[in-house]
Structures are given as C-alpha cells and as structure tokens.
C-alpha cells in the first residue's frame, strides 16, 4: 500500500533563512506526488505537484520540489523563508486509477517563523 | 482555475441532529469527489470517494449509515452526519477531480468545521 513519510512535524526557520521540507514515499509505480499548505482552519492550497518530466518543480510563492526516485523522495524547499510562509505543509502521493485516484497524506509539518 | 466550495464554513448541532455539508465544483464538472476528515494537528483521513450516479465507496472503518453521502450531480456532493455525536466534531474537506483532467489532481474546498454540543 502507499504511504508517505514526514519525518518533521514541526520546523522553525527564520525569517529570510532557507527552508526544507522532508517527504518520503512508499509506491509501486511511478507517483504522481503534491505539496499542499493549509492555514489554521482553511482548506489545502496546491503549492506544486509532481508527474512526470523535469523532476525539479516549480510551484507558487517561491516554493520548488525535487523528485528523487533512487531516495523515493519529494522534498520541499525555498530559498527565503517569509514570516507567511508559516502554515501547516501536507506532503501527498496519488494512488492511481487502480487505487480509485486516492491521495494519500503524509501526517504534515507545522512550519514556524520567527522574527 | 478550478474552484470548489463547501458549505457552511462553520456549523454548530445538538446532539442527535443531522448535518448537511455541501460541496460544489464551481467551475468543472467532477465525477468525482472525496470527503476527508481532519482531527486537530492532524493530518486528512480519507472517509469514502464519491462518485457521481453511484454509491460512495467507504474507507475501512468508516460507517456509511451515519455519514451518508450523496452525489447527485457533476458539481454537487453532499455528506450528511446522522445522528451526531460530540465525537463527530471535526473539520470536514471535500476534494473534488476535474473529469477532464487525466491526471490525478484533486481541487479542495475550504473545509467545513462541525462541532457538536
């Protein structure tokens, strides 16, 4: 069965320093692989999302990911961490059609910025 | 781009009552939709999959006949809680997949946050 793996559940950076999320995952086939950021009590926002192609993905607000099939790792990054960045981060992996198209979570990082 | 709504943002029941939650594709039609349950400082819990014209398929430990769900439509699904208890407060997200898309991204609403008294 997938899985995925965050092994940081919170984080404190900051502000201007850089940041890097950790995401692993566990899959049969090649996944299709997301970052999500969620704001206490808000809905999931989509950073970026992985497919196919270049493994390095650009996303919205600065935010990049790295595809790493050998390390069966999509880990999150940015170069300069901004005091809204701090949120709640969700690393997710899509099961597949055969799987009913499922996204599966990771347990989240809580990202905390301080002045 | 795609945008889903819920609603309400924010309910409050006695116990014992039934909730409605709405969740609509506001601007794609979605055969499919997804209803998640989120404890606090947890992560999303996969409840069942929805899919338009046919019965939800229930996560392994989820029960159907409280959280009732139906998916009438290409834009609109909705999750009932029967019967609810203080236990079943929680916030609720729904997802919901862009029929056209042959990809497996989902596009989420802005949660829906219960709590029973």
């Known amino acids: 069965a997938q899985s995925v793996t965050q092994p940081d559940i919170h984080i404190t950076v900051s502000e201007g320093a850089s940041l890097e999320l950790r995401c692993n995952y566990s899959?049969?086939?090649?996944?299709?692989l997301f970052w999500y950021v969620q704001s206490p009590g808000q809905g999931l926002q989509l950073l970026l999302k992985?497919?196919?192609?270049?493994?390095l993905v650009q996303g919205i607000k600065g935010f990049e990911a790295e595809f790493k099939r050998s390390q069966s790792s999509f880990n999150l990054r940015k170069p300069s961490v901004h005091w809204s960045d701090a949120a709640e981060y969700f690393c997710?992996?899509?099961?597949?059609?055969?799987?009913?198209?499922?996204?599966?979570f990771g347990a989240g990082t809580i990202l905390r910025v301080k002045s | 781009g795609a945008v889903v709504s819920q609603h309400p943002s924010r309910v409050i029941c006695k116990s014992g009552t039934s909730v409605k939650i709405e969740c609509r594709s506001l601007?794609?039609?979605?055969?499919?939709m997804f209803w998640y349950r989120q404890f606090p400082k947890k992560s999303l819990m996969l409840m069942a999959t929805?899919?338009?014209?046919?019965?939800?398929?229930?996560e392994q430990g989820v029960e159907k006949d409280k959280f009732l769900i139906n998916h009438a439509s290409l834009t609109l699904s909705t999750l009932t809680v029967t019967s609810a208890h203080p236990e079943d407060s929680s916030f609720y997200i729904c997802?919901?997949?862009?029929?056209?898309?042959?990809?497996?991204?989902?596009?989420f609403g802005p949660g829906t946050r219960l709590t029973v008294l």
């Open positions: 992985y497919f196919s192609g270049d493994t």
């Open positions: 899959y049969g086939a090649t996944p299709y």
């Open positions: 929805s899919n338009e014209g046919s019965k939800a398929t229930y």
């Open positions: 601007d794609f039609q979605a055969t499919t």
């Open positions: 997802s919901a997949r862009d029929a056209s898309g042959g990809n497996n991204e989902q596009f």
């Open positions: 997710a992996v899509g099961a597949g059609f055969l799987y009913g198209n499922k996204l599966v």
